[in-house]
Every structure is written in structure tokens, then in C-alpha cells.
């Protein structure tokens, strides 16, 4: 699939900076939003209606690459005794409610009739069945929701939208400021590799 236009949600931080240069590099016109530079605040349903409903499609890319791994200073929970309903529900509002609500508002900018994509950043420790090590309860209970969200949308979708993917992406762990604390415990790539590889994937699609 070749692209031509690209909404990117989430412009600012490392990953979404890095594919939109990637992607401007490869001759793209990039729409690019940020709640630090547009004021879109993905949990906000009025915000992403209003900011959404600004623009006029077709785009043949969305690309939500927003996350949260830390909110209010609260860590990933290594043990049950630390879950608590307010990290649970800051963790879905970001990495589940937030990409939805964009989708939600986003299906008019698809095209119904040429090939696109819809993709959102996930995590591998959103699998269930890759699960081997447990804790992280919030982060893999949203991004394990948002993978189900997806899922579901995609089957409704393909009704009106035959030429359409909705894919949840696992970019891996990624030198930014987001897994700053925690790039010695994993292999990291730096973000221009890890745009190249995402786009490469959603073009193979």
C-alpha cells in the first residue's frame, strides 16, 4: 500500500515525531495533532470531536501513537497490593478510551473505497496468552482492552470500510521519554528505527 495522507494523534512524543518525519521524508502529506501543540486531549470526547470534525478526509493512514506507562508518578504494580482503581482507570483512559474515541470520530476522514489503515500503538504485555510474568496490572489490563477494541471494530468496519485495517502495533521498546526508566532492562531501538519498522509493517498490510 502506498500513502498519500497521514493523520498522526500524538505528534509530539518520540514515537509519533519520529513517523511523521518518517513519513514526510517518504513524500506524505502529514496532518499531525498533539494535545501539547493542538490542545487535543484524547480522553476528552468533546476535544477529539472538535478537533477531528476541523479536518476533511480521505486519509489512507490514522496512526494513534499516543501512551502512558506512568501517570501521577505511579509506577507499573509488580504486586497485587498495589492496584488501585484511580491507576487502573487513568491507564484505560489513556491507552484504551483515547485511541477509541479517536476512531469513533475518525471514520468519516476513511476512505470507503481504496485501501487504508487505522493503527494504534500497543504492547506486547497487553497478550494474554504471552503473559508469563505477571504484575503490570493496569497497563496490560488497557492495552489488552484496547487490543479488544480494535479487534471488535475491525469486524464492524470491514462492513462498510471492505478495504480497510485496523491493527494494534507493538513497536517494542523504544529509546523515549516514556520508557526512559526502564531501557536496561529490555533491548531498545532508537525512534527514527522504530518509525521505519511501523510504517514498513502498516504498508505490508
Given at each position: 500500500?502506498t500513502?498519500?495522507r497521514?493523520l498522526?494523534i500524538?505528534?509530539?512524543g ?7 518525519q ?9 496532518t499531525?495533532?498533539s494535545r501539547s ?12 470531536a ?7 478526509g480521505?486519509?489512507d ?5 499516543t501512551?502512558?506507562l ?7 504494580e ?11 482507570m ?6 484504551a478510551l ?10 468519516r476522514?476513511?476512505p470507503r473505497q481504496?485501501?487504508?489503515t ?7 504485555v ?12 493496569s497497563?496490560?489490563?488497557a ?12 469486524i464492524e468496519l470491514?462492513r462498510?470500510?471492505p ?6 502495533l ?5 529509546q523515549?521519554?516514556?520508557t526512559?526508566d526502564y531501557?536496561?532492562?529490555h533491548?531498545?531501538v532508537?525512534?527514527p528505527?522504530?518509525a ?6 502498516i504498508?505490508?498490510?
Amino acid at each position: 500500500m502506498t500513502l498519500h495522507r497521514a493523520l498522526i494523534i500524538g505528534s509530539s512524543g518520540g514515537i509519533g515525531s519520529a513517523v511523521s518525519q518518517h513519513l514526510r521524508q517518504q513524500g506524505v502529506h502529514v496532518t499531525a495533532l498533539s494535545r501539547s501543540r493542538e490542545g487535543l486531549d484524547i480522553t476528552d470526547e468533546t476535544s477529539v470531536a472538535d478537533r477531528l470534525g476541523a479536518l476533511e478526509g480521505a486519509y489512507d493512514l490514522i496512526f494513534v501513537t499516543t501512551g502512558v506507562l506512568e501517570v501521577a508518578g505511579r509506577t507499573p504494580e509488580k504486586t497485587l497490593r498495589t492496584v488501585s482503581p484511580m491507576a487502573l482507570m487513568d491507564q484505560f483512559r489513556v491507552n484504551a478510551l483515547g485511541p477509541m474515541m479517536v476512531l469513533k470520530h475518525a471514520k468519516r476522514l476513511l476512505p470507503r473505497q481504496s485501501p487504508a489503515t487505522f493503527a494504534a500503538l500497543s504492547a506486547r504485555v497487553g497478550s494474554i496468552g504471552d503473559n508469563q510474568l505477571g504484575g503490570w496490572y493496569s497497563y496490560r489490563a488497557a492495552k489488552a482492552a484496547l487490543n479488544q477494541l480494535i479487534h471488535t471494530s475491525a469486524i464492524e468496519l470491514a462492513r462498510t470500510h471492505p478495504h480497510l485495517a485496523c491493527v494494534a502495533l507493538h513497536p517494542g521498546t523504544v529509546q523515549t521519554q516514556f520508557t526512559k526508566d526502564y531501557q536496561s532492562r529490555h533491548a531498545t531501538v532508537p525512534p527514527p528505527v522504530a518509525a521505519a519498522n511501523l510504517i514498513s509493517v502498516i504498508e505490508g498490510l
